[in-house]
């Protein structure tokens, strides 16, 4: 991962969309910031005024239950922060505010293709400071239950290897190993949406989740097949969908990650323990600064609608 200054928006930009968990309508604008910023979660209200704001770094997580939900010690600000975490990310964002009118991140098409979108119309520009990282020096893992979680060293810049296991014909064992780029995270990971099965529908309705979920922003399995009728993006979608999460939960380092990330059967939670394990051991990362090169971003639009209704989304598996 070569270095470059930081970078935020040239231009704000708003998308709108229903929660897939509270159902409720949500505007979302993405707002430069300054050098060193990062990114930062702000909550408004109907009138735009500001009620508070945090920055999104692990300390903010407050629980990763069924998805990223971030606050501070008054209760939560936003869920469902990991699709835009992982776009301003994949495409090496470092300073941003996020302003949302509402309690969850729209889920848009369930993917983070839409935030990429928009951030493309949005444009970046660098900024005057160079870019930092946190460099992995040594390796930190975790394990929960049958799950399996590692930070370690990789010189190469931020690696995701990802693999799932779920006793179900259309999905099975899924893996994938990917370098993440601003490249690869558009063509391979982007558009991979979240996903549930019908029969935890009625257990998380009456929980009070995914009471915006849809066709329209989840891919649905039945027993037997896919709901959606446009079917599959990839043929493993579901195990590139786990490594979209994994890029925005692990986004709340607060600086972009030189290391490479190995996930088996995780989740929200399982990503939390590996990076809070990882920063809570300091001799286990560093912060670098790495040499400036000039970039250049080309600019490009955005559809920024989303649809409604409602089906399933089943915990620890979007």
Not at 167 to 193: C, M, S, Y
Not at 214 to 227: E, H, I, K, M
Not at 235 to 256: M, S, T
Request: aromatic share 6%; with cysteine.
């Amino acid at each position: 991962m070569k270095g470059a200054k930081q970078t935020t928006l040239r231009d704000e930009v708003t998308v709108t969309g229903v929660g897939v968990h509270s159902g409720r309508n949500v505007t979302l604008a993405l707002l430069p910031a300054d050098d060193d910023a990062g990114i930062v979660f702000r909550r408004v209200d109907a009138e735009g005024r500001i009620e508070r704001q945090v920055r999104a770094d692990v300390r903010a997580v407050t629980a990763t239950e069924f998805a990223t939900v971030l606050g501070d010690a008054s209760g939560p600000l936003c869920s469902t922060a990991e699709h835009i975490l992982a776009a301003l990310r994949g495409l090496h964002v470092d300073n941003v505010i996020v302003e949302i009118d509402g309690p969850e991140v729209p889920i848009m098409d369930g993917s983070a293709m839409p935030f990429v979108e928009a951030l493309d119309q949005a444009g970046l520009t660098d900024r005057a400071l160079p870019r930092r990282f946190i460099e992995v020096i040594k390796p930190v893992q975790v394990v929960k239950d049958h799950a399996f979680g590692e930070l370690r060293p990789y010189e190469h810049g931020f690696r995701v290897e990802a693999e799932i296991e779920f006793d179900h014909p259309l999905i099975g064992k899924q893996t994938l190993d990917v370098d993440v780029t601003p490249d690869t995270f558009r063509n391979e990971i982007a558009r991979a949406r979240t996903f549930g099965f019908m029969k935890d529908v009625s257990k998380l309705w009456s929980a009070g989740y995914a009471l915006g979920a849809s066709l329209d922003n989840t891919l649905v399995v039945s027993d037997d097949r896919v709901l959606n009728p446009e079917g599959l993006r990839f043929a493993d979608e579901f195990v590139r969908h786990k490594a979209l999460d994994a890029i925005g939960d692990l986004a709340l380092a607060g600086l972009p990650l030189i290391g490479a990330y190995k996930t088996i059967r995780g989740g929200h939670k399982l990503n939390n323990a590996v990076l809070t394990a990882l920063m809570n051991n300091t001799a286990a990362w560093r912060v670098v600064e790495a040499p400036v090169e000039r970039t250049v971003r080309p600019r490009g639009r955005a559809d920024l609608a989303a649809g409604v209704p409602a089906a399933a989304f089943g915990p620890e598996v979007s």
